[in-house]
């Protein structure tokens, strides 16, 4: 069991919703002579204000290339054509052309939204409605960029969309109405409506390049603001390394059209170093921010505002690389700028972020000298004011003064309790700190019940539940320590799906909380589920952390201890020839191996022991191997492949007896035994390891758990797709098993992922044909 202690970083500034002026607001300036109120990233020289950094993304520049006024003169290119006559000269048809011209004029001089309404309720009246998608289009837009009433940029949002997008005619002003529609639905919260107007939005834009209906230097203006939209929608979802993708994308796109020294491209690699910390990857986040540190220096010069906030970041950053001498470093020279320039609430912050780097470099006593004069320049109610005395008690603690240290945190915590309300995140952030200090003093009652109100709070956000799932699973682990197990579960259950849906499956984080779920289902005598989530664990740290990490192999024992609590014994021992592939000192764990298989011999099932596949013996107190394991160097944890191959084989042949007689439960678990065998002892791409991946996908089909089925039918297609045109005809079959589990999953709940899988009844038989592949197996064995 371990400690999910790497999910909260509490000095660290969270990635916030990314806020910018959309590119398709700035297109109103080409539908009128309205001012642009937005800030011009690409084109612009804007000058750099000595305020505080703004942390958030904006947008690229107006869409010079889009000539809007082309659309206009194609709608209304009649309008002008008339000489000037007497008004009653005119025919009837003449004045209605003539009063739509001066509508569409004064429309385009309109300057605040209510005459440009005013002037639309007079065109609705005037007008055809597929004449009125542009308007609307700019109405919506308008009103979208004032954010002052989303719903109902929406309706003139929806409007346009429904004029626009007809006869399967794609176009620019299609791709801009459904990014307009995108922004407002992420404006009131619909966030699986924002994201899949932006997704259509980007494969309209993808089409038209490709269809040649328009430049790349036409789409990219536009294509930039959406990808950005996709990043803040997928951010408040909790899907934050979509985000980031998104996020890397619009730099992509920034740098094929700024200069490459330029001073928003600077600021847009911040963007993605901050976006990288947000997520705890301080390696990746680096030369983001040593790039936009050259930049800056270049553009602006050593005492540029940006520059010290660049410094800043990169201190952040060298501390979570546990570099603190260079954070530190970082950290003075940006105090320095910040002083000159008079910036005084990112110094005082700036000076904060200087003692809790003395604190990780042992200068207590130091840190708190810093403190205390840093406290003197704090209002008595304020944020940074907790924030000293978080900063202090963890100093305090460190020198085990724990007395001294729970009352600071009693004073941050009523400072805090007030701003609960207005500041909910940067509130749950302290509150996350503080926890983790009343662990230190072993206060873990006082932990918990800070942790529960901290998710009473971040709950009511969409954009946190990332920030849930961390808190969740650190509630659930206290609870599990302190032996409340069965308060743990839901705790850790809530956790686990809420984390993979921010982070993917494959995140380490989650490996964490599935272990100490599995430990927690093991004290509950559940061993058949705290057996299957330990797989879970341990398939993921395979891929997150490697199959030698200390905590993979924690993980595969524990999933040894959980099948020895079933009676598995001949399973515990496949777990440790697993093992002892990747452990240190492997000939101590083939010992444990020999040991497991003695109590199997005493322990298994009547049908166990007469098991063809280990035949050891003990020989004047030793142990002899199978002729295949005879001369490995057990020094190096090296074993030969022959053996695992043939056990695997035996382990696939058996699945399959079980699949014949419906017990599908039992056919993955030894499909699974067989897959991890051959992963091993053949690699993943062997073709009867990719046998042995599609059989385990048949066994959850059968049991009608079709997303873990589809899962590891795309393991088999991966695996396939890499046997070039020797494969096609396996790789067209595979394809056409998954779509047909893809079909049958439509209407199948998630739920039944979590299902444990018992044991094979040992009451049961084999089928005849099982039992002779097993005897062929033997027969080879004993070769």
């Known amino acids: 069991m371990r400690k999910v202690s790497s999910f909260a970083v509490p000095h660290l500034q969270e990635y916030t919703k990314t806020s910018f002026s959309l590119i398709s607001k700035d297109f109103i300036s080409h539908f009128s002579s309205l001012p642009s109120t937005s800030i011009n990233p690409i084109n612009g020289n804007q000058q750099i204000s000595p305020q505080s950094s703004n942390t958030h993304l904006k947008s690229c520049s107006k ?44 429309f385009d001089s309109a300057k605040t939204i209510q005459e440009m309404i005013q002037v639309f309720q007079k065109m609705d009246v005037s007008f055809d409605e597929r004449e009125l998608g542009l308007p609307c289009l700019r109405i919506g837009l308008k009103l979208d960029q004032e954010g002052e009433d989303p719903e109902k940029a929406l309706s003139f949002a929806n409007r346009a969309l429904n004029i626009l997008d007809r006869d399967d005619k794609l176009s620019l002003p299609l791709a801009m109405t459904l990014q307009l529609l995108g922004s407002t639905c992420y404006s009131l919260k619909r966030f ?201 008690a963890k100093a305090l603690c460190n020198q085990e003064k724990f007395t001294d240290a729970e009352k600071c945190l009693e004073i941050a915590s009523g400072i805090l309790g007030k701003k609960e309300k207005t500041s909910p995140v940067e509130v749950s952030e302290a509150y996350m700190e503080i926890s983790m200090l009343y662990e230190t003093m072993d206060k873990f009652e006082a932990a918990i019940l800070l942790l529960k109100r901290t998710l009473a709070m971040l709950e009511k956000l969409p954009q946190e539940q990332h920030s849930v799932g961390s808190v969740s699973a650190r509630v659930g682990w206290l609870l599990l320590l302190t032996g409340g197990v069965q308060h743990a579960i839901p705790f850790l259950e809530d956790a686990a799906e809420r984390l993979k849906e921010s982070f993917g499956s494959k995140h380490y984080a989650v490996g964490y909380v599935y272990n100490n779920l599995g430990a927690a289902y093991l004290e509950l005598d559940r061993p058949q589920s705290a057996a299957q989530v330990f797989a879970y664990a341990k398939d993921i740290m395979d891929v997150s952390l490697g199959p030698h990490h200390t905590d993979t192999i924690e993980a595969c024992q524990n999933l040894s201890k959980a099948y020895a609590a079933m009676g598995s014994y001949i399973v515990i021992v496949s777990v440790h020839f697993s093992l002892c592939m990747h452990a240190p000192k492997a000939y101590l764990k083939w010992q444990k191996v020999e040991d497991l298989w003695l109590r199997s011999q005493v322990q298994a099932p009547h049908h166990a022991k007469r098991s063809p596949v280990f035949k050891w013996r003990r020989v004047e107190g030793r142990a002899h191997y199978p002729p295949s394991l005879e001369g490995c160097d057990w020094s190096k944890g090296r074993v030969t492949d022959g053996f695992l191959g043939y056990q695997g084989y035996v382990y696939n042949n058996l699945g399959a007896a079980y699949l014949e007689l419906d017990r599908p439960q039992s056919a993955a678990q030894v499909f699974a035994y067989a897959k991890d065998i051959m992963d091993v002892s053949l690699g993943p791409h062997h073709t009867d390891t990719i046998e042995a991946c599609q059989n385990l996908s048949k066994a959850y089909a059968a049991m009608g758990s079709y997303q873990l089925a589809i899962n590891f039918q795309e393991k088999a297609i991966e695996a396939w797709e890499g046997h070039g045109p020797s494969a096609v005809d396996e790789l067209k079959e595979a394809h056409r098993l998954l779509e047909q589990l893809k079909k049958k999953a439509s209407g199948v709940s998630d739920g039944n992922m979590m299902k444990s899988l018992p044991l094979a009844n040992s009451s049961e038989h084999v089928v005849v044909s099982a039992i002779e592949r097993q005897r062929n197996a033997t027969k080879m064995l004993n070769q």
């Open 63 to 106: 869409i010079q290339s889009l000539h809007f006024s082309n659309f206009k003169t194609q709608q209304f290119q009649t309008f002008n054509t008339l000489v000037e006559q007497n008004p009653s000269q005119l025919s009837s048809r003449q004045r209605k052309i003539k009063e739509r011209s001066l509508l569409e004029e004064a």
């Open 192 to 392: 699986n409506d924002s994201l899949g107007y932006l997704n259509r939005a980007n494969r309209v834009l993808d089409k038209l390049v490709k269809d040649g209906s328009c430049s790349d230097e036409d789409v990219r203006p536009i294509l930039h603001a959406v990808q950005l939209e996709l990043c803040n929608t997928k951010t408040a979802m909790g899907r934050r390394e979509e985000a980031l993708a998104n996020l890397r994308k619009s730099l992509e796109l920034k740098e094929m059209t700024l200069e490459r020294d330029s001073k928003e491209l600077g600021k847009a690699n911040r963007d993605v170093a901050e976006a990288y910390v947000a997520i705890l990857h301080f390696k990746e986040a680096l030369p983001f921010c040593l790039k936009a540190l050259d930049i800056h220096k270049a553009q602006l010069g050593q005492n540029s505002v940006e520059v010290a906030h660049d410094r800043r970041l990169l201190g952040v950053i060298y501390t979570g690389l546990e570099e603190h001498e260079k954070a530190l470093e970082q950290n003075q020279l940006s105090q320095k700028v910040l002083k000159n320039w008079g910036l005084d609430t990112d110094l005082l912050r700036a000076e904060i972020d200087a003692a809790n780097m003395q604190i990780a470099l042992g200068r207590y006593d130091e840190a708190i000298n810093t403190l205390k004069v840093v406290v003197q320049q704090t209002g008595r109610e304020s944020e940074d004011r907790a924030m000293v005395f978080i900063s202090m």
